[in-house]
């Protein structure tokens, strides 16, 4: 499963990045987790399974589900406190829902 979190610099997301990855592993998933600025989805629209939006940039929410529709993408927001407490695991679990 591939993964996108946007973010606003790519950057602030990373250790969420680290801990999903972890998690995704102690469920053996095959998972490819990584973080971008939001201004670069046109770059990965297509190859993503899910795209999660860290809590600075959510009010793109809207506007990132019209772009991904067409592909299929499944879009959500992190939860605020999962992000804040950096809880990879709770993180994985919500993307396990969105591609049911």
């Not at 999903?20 to 201004?39: L, V």
Request: net charge neutral; aromatic share 4%; with cysteine.
């Amino acid at each position: 499963m591939r993964i996108l979190l946007l973010c606003s610099a790519g950057m602030s997301t990373s250790i969420l990045v680290k801990k999903m990855q972890e998690a995704a592993q102690k469920k053996s998933m095959d998972a490819k987790i990584w973080a971008a600025p939001a201004s670069q989805l046109h770059d990965f629209i297509n190859e993503v399974d899910v795209i999660l939006l860290g809590p600075q940039v959510r009010y793109l929410l809207s506007d990132i589900q019209k772009q991904a529709e067409p592909y299929g993408v499944p879009v959500d927001t992190v939860n605020p406190m999962h992000y804040g407490t950096v809880n990879g695991e709770a993180v994985i679990e919500h993307v396990l829902t969105l591609k049911k």
